[in-house]
Structures are given as structure tokens and as C-alpha cells.
């Protein structure tokens, strides 16, 4: 996947448009009258699975280090001297007691400690984040609550308000100051990881079904990100005015206007049919999974039905008239080359007995 797939094809977002998403409660799971714009330089990118892999990749490696050592020809205890003599022995010479190929020799080529880290441009790094944010945010698994508040640090009340993800591994951001009751009850479920948005990366997301974010930490995530933007665009690292830095999401508190069934226009034209296409899986599950089974069912009626035509195929070539007589005008064709075959043998011998023959009786009169 080469990103000339990509980069032929843009097209910029109207800007009367907007991204808009339903914020909910988390404890009572009901719409709380406000919705948020998400922003677009950061839920809107063109999905690049393999920036998404290689950014992976990178956070996998980062403190990733061996610190295996197996010794070598020269660290193996023993002796130097040559085991014995070069020629005249019938053995593979040998030079040293401790050589690999030796009992309780050294080990050719051994493990090393080893660093696997490997350097990344920050650019790849943030664009891989937001393919990612984008991605989640395509799949409908994108989910905004108020707040994270708990009364009490029970675990029972944070499962009860989030049982509808039924258990699916999902990644929590918070705000870089969260509630310490939420945080203790997170702990305790097994599916929820608690992140804070400074903390958030491409292999968490990947490894967790459903995203979802306070509407604090989604603030303070696109104010983090568009400083990042800012620094890792230019030639010098100069810190934006403290003024604009703040950047508010803007919020609609008396307004719903989310509508699923209202397409949204992304920069991919390949991506472009894909909301539509989730939304409906969202809504009737069972149905879509039918289609699907029935569609793989056709395409398995088909191959079989290929098979059946080709092995036919083959039956009536083999046993048609005109084959069975092609058949046996080649088997004539082949024992009447084989007989002129045999009929030449014989002449030949036959030529040099008598050549032979007349050979002997002219020595013989030359004898007497």
C-alpha cells in the first residue's frame, strides 16, 4: 500500500459542515442536551494502515532490550593449542580446542545484548495517531461523556454505567487530572484501560475495541496535538502565544443535531461509502452478518459448481468418439514406427553377419 493511493485524491471539507458528535452521561448512558465538534485536522485524516503499522512497530520497540550473552571461541574456558595434527590423522583439521564445531566449544555468531529501538520522524508518529483516531472514529467506536466523576470508588458503579459495551476492551481518556474514585475503579476491571491524554498512542488504540473520551480530555488531546503540529512544522521550536493557545472545542448546548443517517464527506474517496455501510452493521447486526454468509455461500456455490463443469468436461473429452479415435491413430502411429524400428535392427545385423561372413571366407582362401 503506496502512498501514490493517496496523495493524487483530496478533497477539502466544506466548512459550513461540521463533525458533530452527541455527548453522553456516563452513569445513565442518556444524551446530555450538548454535542461537540471534533476537529478535523485530527478525526478526519486519510487512513494509512502503513504508517498505523509502522508507528506500531515503533512503540513496541522502544524499550524493547535483550541482555542475553553466550560466549564465544575466545570466552569459552580451556585451552588454545591445536587438538592434533594438521595432515595424516583422516580427521577435518582443526586449529583450536574451543572452535565451534569442538565438544564444549564456543558458539558461532552467539546472542549479544541487544537494543531493538529504531528512530521515527515525530510527523509519521502524530499523522499514525490520527489514521488511528480517524479509524475509530469510521467504525462508530468513538463514544464522548461528560465527565468521569464517581461518587464512591466502587467498581460495580462504573461497570453497571458501561455495561453496554459488554465487556469489549475499551481505552478510557481522562483529562491529565481525573477523579481518583474513577481511577481506582478502573483498576478493577479487567476490560477498561484508564489512560490520560498526554498517555494516549497508536498501540493502545489498536489493542481496544471501543475509544472513548471525556469531554476534558478531548480538549485537552486536540490542544496537545495542534501544538505538536505547530512545532513539528516549522524550523524553530518557538512556543505559541499563551494567548491562542488555548483552544476551546466548540459546543452546542441547547442544539442536537446528530443525525446517523446524514453522510459525512471525507477526504478518501475510497472511505467516502463506509459510514453509511457501519452505521447500517450498527443498527441491524444480524441482517448484515446474513448477507455476508449468504454471499460467501454463492461464491463456494459457484467454485463448486466450476469444479463439477471442469471434471464433466474432462469425462466427455476423454470418452467422445473423435478422442477415442484420435487415440487410436496415434497407438497405430507408434507400433508402426516401432516395427520399422525392428525391421531396420534386423537389417542391419543381418548386413553385418554377412559382411562378416564374407570377411572370414576371404582370410581363409588367402591361407591356403
Not at 471539507?13 to 485530527?42: A, H, W, Y
Amino acid at each position: 500500500m503506496g502512498p501514490h493511493m493517496y496523495t493524487l485524491i483530496k478533497i477539502d471539507f466544506p466548512k459550513e459542515e461540521k463533525m458533530t458528535v452527541p455527548v453522553f452521561d456516563m452513569l445513565t448512558n442518556r444524551f446530555s442536551g450538548e454535542n461537540v465538534v471534533l476537529d478535523q485536522d485530527i478525526f478526519n485524516q486519510i487512513v494509512r494502515k502503513d504508517i498505523i503499522h509502522k508507528v506500531n512497530q515503533f512503540n513496541v520497540m522502544y524499550n524493547r532490550v535483550t541482555s542475553k550473552w553466550v560466549r564465544s571461541k575466545g570466552e569459552v574456558s580451556g585451552s588454545g593449542k591445536k587438538p592434533f595434527a594438521q595432515k595424516k590423522s583422516g580427521r577435518a583439521r582443526q586449529g583450536c580446542l574451543r572452535s565451534p564445531n569442538m565438544y564444549h566449544g564456543g558458539r558461532a555468531h552467539g546472542a549479544r545484548p541487544r537494543d531493538y529501538y529504531f528512530p521515527l520522524n515525530k510527523k509519521i508518529r502524530l499523522m499514525g495517531l490520527k489514521c488511528m483516531l480517524t479509524s475509530k472514529f469510521l467504525e462508530n467506536n468513538l463514544i464522548v461523556v461528560n465527565e468521569e466523576k464517581l461518587s464512591e470508588n466502587k467498581s460495580s458503579i462504573l461497570a453497571k454505567g458501561l455495561e453496554f459495551l459488554n465487556e469489549n476492551r475499551t481505552l478510557f481518556v481522562t483529562s491529565k487530572t481525573p477523579c481518583l474514585n474513577f481511577k481506582t475503579a478502573s483498576n478493577n476491571l479487567d476490560f477498561i484501560t484508564h489512560v490520560e491524554s498526554d498517555e494516549l498512542n497508536v498501540s493502545k488504540l489498536l489493542s481496544n475495541k471501543f475509544l472513548i473520551f471525556t469531554k476534558a480530555a478531548l480538549e485537552e488531546l486536540v490542544d496537545l496535538l495542534s501544538y505538536r503540529q505547530i512545532n513539528y512544522y516549522r524550523n524553530k521550536k518557538i512556543p505559541p502565544n499563551p494567548e491562542t493557545k488555548k483552544m476551546e472545542l466548540p459546543t452546542d448546548k441547547y442544539k442536537y443535531d446528530f443525525d446517523a443517517k446524514t453522510p459525512l464527506q471525507f477526504y478518501t474517496p475510497v472511505l467516502r461509502g463506509s459510514e453509511n455501510k457501519i452505521r447500517e452493521y450498527v443498527n441491524n447486526p444480524e441482517e448484515w452478518n446474513k448477507k455476508i454468509q449468504d454471499s460467501r455461500e454463492d461464491v463456494k456455490q459457484a467454485e463448486r459448481k466450476a469444479k463439477e463443469n471442469k471434471v464433466k468436461k474432462a469425462v466427455d473429452s476423454m470418452y467422445s468418439d473423435m478422442a477415442i479415435l484420435e487415440k487410436r491413430r496415434r497407438q497405430l502411429r507408434r507400433e508402426r514406427k516401432l516395427k520399422m524400428m525392428k525391421e531396420e535392427r534386423k537389417a542391419t545385423i543381418k548386413k553385418k553377419k554377412q559382411a562378416d561372413a564374407a570377411k572370414a571366407s576371404a582370410t581363409d582362401k588367402k591361407k591356403k
